[in-house]
DNA sequence: ACTCTCTCTTGATATTTATCAAGCAATTGG
DNA sequence: CCAATTGCTTGATAAATATCAAGAGAGAGT
């Protein structure tokens, strides 16, 4: 692991409460690895070995029933994932594959549940982000049944404008395909609903994403924070 | 409170590893009340003032969006509420009222914060609650996007019968048209759902299901346990 | 017992979303 | 440079789901 990635990790909002050597022994205890694109590197109902943290690159998270699949988040860094998973000592309930060339910490699950059963600021700590991670899948579940597709797909573009500091442009996380999934529609129809939100300002230039009218975005969005504001400090999932 | 509801709260995993004193110290700043049906407990955006324990009767959370409303989760006794925004000290995201007489022991925000933040014992039990009611979202979530209205409807009624040991009649847990919001179907489908379940061994009866065929249900329902098993010790949301 | 209301069901229709089938543009690999 | 592949788009069609409009049945209140 490159000493300048280090303090991303160690500002994590998971690891704000613990001690310098217990980080320290977490640290010292995992792995770390580069990965290719499109690399597995969980199946859903395998058993939860590691606590993952994205360093770089970018890491879809998705899930499958009956031959469909569908994508369940994109995942940037610096950020930890199946932490859920890690605690409940359970199968995974999701998969992941890295999107682009990814770098990966990834901490033994025992020494994430001992440092949690044995360091009261760690315990606390991680519920702190799991209350916040439930509280983002609150959000997302709301917005698949409250939202017609091309609706969600207005409240995405906002979301993606906000994350990046309000820009006017900017370029689509994932594949368009991978887009599709995790708004819970075909790429057909992404394609088409991007058609649509033409009539409300917004242009598409291959991956990127130009808002020239968010005020016209916003009156077809209608956004409402229950559903679209980000929980602050989300770094887990 | 009557002295007969203490155990089953005393008992919920999430004062697994509090002190007596502690526990008292909770129950005793504690409001317990009676609601009768169609109560609204909670607002969608209000602050989190409460941690609500129903201790008898049942409890719709919804959302709503835009002149949409929709069913998030329907409870039953004895389990928590709203335990994600008490910890981050947030608004709610979802409304809560009661569906039939109901008793609930609402426990000041406060309380619980500072318990949490000074019992790490209540802050593992916390954590670990909070990582099952994740993952139960994420069952949902996957649900919803990943199988069509009627394997919705199938897979739901094989649950309820586990959650009923199996039993091969029960009663559907709220009226027809709250089913249909928690399943993300209108009234109308649900009850062409249930007829298109006939031929697969369901017969409906008012409010109660009688599964003829289990094996027939199972074979069209395809369960997933990444999907449909429960999160054991789950009782908190 | 009798409305009245409410919930659910059923049928007809409309809308939304998915699937299938080309086709096009950009990229990759020879 | 030229296939060949890949990712996306577009159009036509099919399937799933929602809406609208009655109507039937059960329970509540008079």
Redesign the interface.
């Known amino acids: 692991m490159r000493a300048q990635d280090m303090p991303a990790v160690r500002n994590l909002p998971l690891f704000a409460g613990v001690q310098d050597d217990s980080f320290e022994e977490l640290v010292s205890a995992a792995l770390f690895q580069h990965f290719p694109p499109q690399v597995r590197l969980i199946h859903?109902?395998d058993s939860a070995d590691f606590l993952y943290i994205l360093v770089e690159g970018s890491v879809e998270l998705f899930?499958?029933?009956?031959g469909?699949e569908?994508s369940?988040a994109i995942i940037e860094p610096t950020s930890a994932f199946i932490?859920?998973?890690v605690?409940?000592d359970?199968?995974c309930?999701?998969s992941a594959r890295t999107l682009t060339p990814s770098r990966l910490l990834m901490i033994p699950a025992e020494h994430i549940k001992r440092h949690?059963?044995e360091d009261?600021m760690f315990?606390?700590a991680?519920?702190?982000e799991?209350?916040?991670?439930?509280?983002q899948?609150?959000?997302?579940?709301?917005e698949?049944?409250?939202?017609p597709a091309t609706e969600r797909l207005a409240n995405y573009l906002l979301r993606l404008a906000a994350s990046h500091g309000e820009a006017s442009s900017f370029t689509l996380p994932a594949d368009k395909r991978t887009i599709a999934a995790l708004l819970?529609m075909t790429p057909e129809n992404l394609s088409r609903s991007f058609g649509a939100l033409n009539a409300h300002g917004v242009r598409i230039q291959g991956p990127v994403v130009h808002i020239d009218k968010p005020d016209a975005l916003i009156a077809f969005a209608?956004p409402?924070?229950?559903?679209d504001d980000p929980?602050i400090g989300l770094s887990s999932r």
């Open positions: 859903e109902g899930a499958c029933n009956d469909r569908t369940m932490l859920a998973a605690l409940s359970a199968v309930l999701m949690f059963a009261k315990a606390v991680i519920a702190t799991l209350s916040k991670a439930y509280r899948l609150v959000k997302m579940h709301k698949a049944k409250l939202r819970s209608k409402n924070p229950l559903i929980e």
